[in-house]
């Protein structure tokens, strides 16, 4: 079973930036793409940006330009840095990971509890 903690959230005047990490722990599970979703208060929850085990990523429109995801394969940990953060970036933001089993090759999915982005005009 995958264990996902984020970190790096806080509050962040518009123009500044933020560092966020997760980090899956566990065994049995090979990882293959990793990403970020967030959700703000009423609204539905949206891919932020995602990137596969070989390093393809994908970006929301959103945030293309101002977001960067990366990961670290060896320590199972996805990073995203924020910069020029916006109000409108204010969201829980959640880790996610695509997960293989090992014995099963079932698909599985694994979550972070989330981490909370508050961005003041």
């Known amino acids: 079973q995958v264990r996902l903690v984020e970190s790096g959230g806080g509050l962040v005047q518009a123009g500044g930036s933020l560092r966020l990490s997760c980090a899956a722990s566990?065994?049995?599970?090979?990882?293959?793409?990793m990403g970020w979703d967030r959700q703000a208060p009423g609204k539905q929850r949206e891919l932020v940006a995602e990137?596969?085990?070989?390093?393809?990523?994908n970006y929301a429109d959103s945030v293309k330009g101002r977001f960067t995801i990366s990961r670290d394969n060896a320590e199972n940990t996805v990073y995203l840095q924020m910069n020029s953060l916006k109000p409108e970036d204010t969201a829980l933001y959640y880790c996610?990971?695509?997960?293989?089993?090992?014995?099963?090759?079932?698909?599985?999915?694994?979550w972070g509890q989330g981490t909370q982005v508050t961005v003041s005009s």
């Open positions: 996610n990971a695509d997960l293989t089993d090992i014995i099963s090759a079932q698909a599985m999915e694994g």
């Open positions: 566990g065994s049995g599970f090979t990882i293959n793409s």
């Open positions: 990137i596969t085990s070989s390093g393809t990523t």
